[in-house]
């Protein structure tokens, strides 16, 4: 049974850094992800959001290394939402995680 409305995931995605570029295992409501760099993509909404007025998450995994993650906070939109991992210490460089899932809560799409 599927859930829709407000309250809803409206995007999810399970991505893999594990390939070069980084790789969907699977996802709702995503068409591609952008490589912009090591640890540095977006999240392509298939169906667009009304605005960019919604609530992303992001986290990562890199075995027991720990994992920083966020949102580009100047570059969300209703067609994309951009990201960057990185491990060890806020200061350490971006890096592509094995493991990082994203998703998006906000108004449906729909009327």
């Known amino acids: 049974m599927a859930f829709f ?48 007025n919604y609530s992303a998450y992001i986290g990562g995994s890199n075995d027991d290394n720990g994992c920083h993650s966020g949102i580009h906070s100047n570059a969300m939109s209703a067609s994309a939402c951009r990201y960057f991992t990185r491990t060890g210490s806020i200061s350490s460089g971006k890096t592509d995680m094995p493991l990082t899932l994203f998703a998006i809560f906000g108004d449906p799409m729909y009327g």
Do not use: E, F, K
């Not at 407000?6 to 594990?18: K, Y």
């Not at 070069?20 to 993509?41: C, E, F, I, K, Q």
């Open 5 to 52: 409305g407000l309250a809803s995931c409206q995007c999810w995605a399970n991505i893999s850094g594990d390939s070069n570029p980084v790789a969907l295992r699977d996802n709702y409501n995503v068409s591609s992800l952008t490589d912009h760099d090591a640890g540095d993509h977006s999240v392509n909404i298939d169906t667009d959001m009304p605005n960019a």
